[in-house]
């Protein structure tokens, strides 16, 4: 049995138990690394997003960014390699590549992210078409500063949205009909997905963050993709579009455990949230609280904001203060 059936064999009955305790239905829940790192960093946050919060976040600028440079990316690989007769492909000018995908998926059988640019285009929504064609841009310069160009040997793009049914969404359902979908937001892998389980996952962000989320990042995506892929990866290579860095992190069962354990906090999280969604009781007060949504109504949120933690922003603290 390999690490990817054991950690199935781990986190499918935790699910079930979840939800077994659930005093009403919980409905669609959508795991992907948005809810996770909710549900890890402020459970009180999570239960508070509602329909929106719970289910698939639904497109915008700064969530289509890497699903439009991705398939954009994709098509120039496809396209050019087409008219290249044997040549080398030419790396992807950032701002022309996304620009022609987008023009093109309108006139195509759009799905995913194409179908919602398909949407903007009918209804003249240029305003948002920009925002979407400025972020994708920034995060394709971005992955092809850092991975380099010719991408590497044996690299695949992920979460691919294409003309037809090819294009690749990596997902994991603990059971058939069950409510829980655990989402892989890896951006490519490099090698063969093969019993060995020799591959990369790549995930890619335009600008970096803290070592924390790179960690809990790392450990979420080689358990979604070990999932979705039936394979657990080698090692997560995370990457940073505005610094260059690019951290690859060793898969071992500890950190598969550890983003197993992530997948299942956020359904236990959703079915708390059935009962009782916010409570402050829960609420973790972090630098997270300067942008949360909810901070309005938690008011330990606030005290946090307004008291000295603001100015450490996740610093160690000096002294007694
Ligand atoms: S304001 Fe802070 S503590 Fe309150 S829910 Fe949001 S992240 Fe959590």
């Known amino acids: 049995m390999g690490a990817a059936d054991r950690l199935r064999e781990t986190v499918t009955p935790a699910v079930d138990a979840a939800l077994e305790i659930a005093s009403a ?13 909710d549900a890890a960093t402020c459970p009180a946050r999570y239960r508070a997003q509602g329909e929106d919060g719970w289910g698939f976040p639904g497109w915008s600028p700064a969530t289509a960014a890497g699903a439009v440079a991705r398939s954009a990316l994709d098509a120039h690989l496809e396209v050019t390699d087409a008219d290249q007769a044997g040549q080398p492909v030419p790396a992807p000018a950032p701002v022309e590549t996304v620009r022609r995908w987008m023009r093109a998926t309108g006139t195509l059988d759009a799905r995913g992210v194409g179908a919602w640019v398909g949407e903007l285009r009918a209804a003249g929504d240029t305003a948002t078409l920009a925002a979407v064609a400025a972020a994708a841009s920034r995060w394709l310069g971005g992955f092809v500063r850092v991975v380099g160009w010719p991408l590497p040997q044996g690299m695949a793009l992920l979460n691919v949205t294409r003309e037809g049914p090819t294009g690749t969404a990596p997902r994991w359902w603990p ?11 890896a951006d490519a892998r490099i090698g063969r997905v093969t019993g060995a389980g020799g591959h990369t996952l790549v995930v890619h962000r335009a600008s970096s963050g803290d070592d924390d989320d790179l960690r809990r990042r790392a450990g979420f995506e080689a358990a979604a993709g070990a999932l979705a892929l039936r394979v ?69 949120g606030q005290a946090w904001v307004a008291g000295p933690g603001r100015w450490r922003g996740g610093l160690p603290a000096i002294g007694g203060g």
């Open 25 to 37: 239905p919980p409905g669609a829940v959508f795991v992907g690394w948005a809810a996770a790192v």
């Open 175 to 185: 059971r058939q009909g069950s409510p829980v979908c655990v989402a892989s937001g």
């Open 232 to 300: 657990a990866p080698a090692a997560v290579t995370i990457t940073a579009g505005d610094t260059g860095e690019r951290a690859r992190i060793v898969v071992d069962e500890g950190l598969l455990a550890a983003g197993g354990e992530m997948i299942v906090d956020v359904v236990r999280q959703r079915v708390v949230a059935v009962e009782r969604g916010h409570d402050a009781a829960d609420a973790r007060p972090s630098r997270r609280c300067r942008w949360c949504e909810v901070r309005a109504d938690c008011a330990p």
